[in-house]
């Protein structure tokens, strides 16, 4: 494709958008001091076509491609998911400790032994860990 139409082009608020990642880096790399960083953006914001922006970034290294996500195999994404749901039980054990502090704390300043409520919370939070475990997941993002 011909460089002079591609540089006559309009410019979408995506390349614009590009432009402006390009120069921040630019400048959070020190290759562009505060005011040439400041003018570049703002003649960047007001670019129209293609060719303004190419020009704002032309003495710029290009932005590295981002990575493309390996796929996760089945296994992996359930050492993952087994690992967070190991983790929220860790959850509910803290949360267990300080009901039973505050459940603790309140029978001795009363002086009689109450009836454990923390059995309801911890409870209900125990069978909603359990159900993520048994229900079934749906692998339609699967081959």
Same mark, same amino acid.
């Given at each position: 494709?011909?460089?002079?139409l591609?540089?006559?082009?309009?410019?979408?608020?995506?390349?614009?958008?590009?432009?402006?990642?390009?120069?921040a880096?630019?400048y959070?790399?020190?290759?562009?001091?505060? #005011?040439?960083?400041?003018?570049r &953006?703002?003649?960047?914001?007001?670019?129209t /076509?293609? %060719? +303004?922006? *190419?020009?704002?970034?032309a003495?710029?290294p290009?932005?590295?491609?981002?990575?493309?996500a390996?796929p996760?195999?089945?296994?992996e994404?359930?050492?993952?998911?087994?690992?967070?749901?190991?983790k929220?039980?860790?959850?509910?054990?803290g #949360?267990?400790?300080?009901?039973? &502090?505050?459940?603790?704390?309140?029978?001795? /300043?009363k %002086? +009689?032994? *109450?009836?454990?409520?923390?059995?309801?919370?911890?409870?209900?939070?125990?069978?909603?860990?359990?159900?993520?475990?048994?229900?079934?997941?749906?692998d339609?993002?699967?081959?």
């Amino acid at each position: 494709m011909d460089t002079r139409l591609d540089s006559a082009m309009r410019a979408s608020d995506h390349d614009r958008d590009t432009t402006l990642a390009r120069l921040a880096t630019g400048y959070a790399e020190g290759r562009l001091d505060r #005011g040439e960083y400041d003018e570049r &953006a703002a003649r960047a914001a007001a670019a129209t /076509v293609l %060719g +303004e922006l *190419a020009s704002l970034t032309a003495d710029l290294p290009a932005l590295p491609a981002p990575d493309r996500a390996t796929p996760v195999t089945r296994a992996e994404r359930d050492r993952r998911d087994l690992r967070a749901w190991l983790k929220e039980w860790l959850y509910w054990l803290g #949360g267990a400790v300080i009901l039973t &502090a505050v459940w603790g704390t309140r029978c001795l /300043v009363k %002086g +009689e032994v *109450a009836t454990y409520w923390p059995l309801v919370p911890l409870g209900i939070w125990a069978a909603v860990l359990v159900a993520i475990a048994i229900w079934p997941r749906g692998d339609a993002d699967e081959d």
